[in-house]
């Protein structure tokens, strides 16, 4: 078992917006106990647009996250820093299976709860990981 | 949509100060480079796609419950196949 790691629970700032909603700057996290380990990364200002996310150690304990000088850039880190990690989950509609985008993580600066969604260039990962 | 033909090597203009060179040509895929200002935000349209995807199912998902359970199965039985190194 994956030890959890708590989520931050105020608002998150994508300074860059998040692909597909470039306009949207403001998250939440939205949890429930019942929806464990299952988040929802919540528009502010777009109720309508409410993606769900897992921790993408949740899926693969040796996830090798890569960021470049303009991800820290654009998220405010210095050295190591505090990094909260997850991946966008498509639910499916029933007959296709859950999936989660290990290629684009979403990688949130705990010390300032600054946001990117970083795609990892260098790697072979799956944007449509099937959990199953 | 304007259609045009590019060598490996070559490039071409989108505006003033956005560049798109073709770097490589493979069998299935071409490698890009893009010179732009910072403050072009540019996104593989995978991407957004998959984002809009992913939150246009979260909504529509009629059964929003059972996809949950379905996923927090789907969860348990990966972490019982493969068994987690404590780190």
Known sequence: MVEAQPLPSGVLRFPEGLPGFENLTQFVLLQDEDLVPLAFLASLVEPRVCLPVLPVRRLDTDYDLRLDEDDRRVLHLTGEGDLLCLAIVTLGDGAAPPTANLLAPIVVNLSNWTAKQVIQIHSSYSPALEIA | ?87
């Open chain 2, 1 to 87: 949509m304007l259609v045009f033909r590019r060598n490996a090597g070559e490039s071409f203009l989108v505006g003033d100060n956005v560049e798109v060179r073709i770097l490589e040509i493979g069998r299935n895929q071409v490698k890009i480079g893009v010179v732009a200002p910072r403050e072009i935000g540019i996104y593989r349209s995978e991407i957004s796609r998959l984002n809009r995807k992913a939150a246009v199912d979260s909504l529509q998902s009629v059964d929003l419950k059972n996809a949950v359970l379905a996923l927090q199965r789907a969860l348990q039985k990966r972490e019982k196949d493969q068994p987690v190194k404590s780190t």
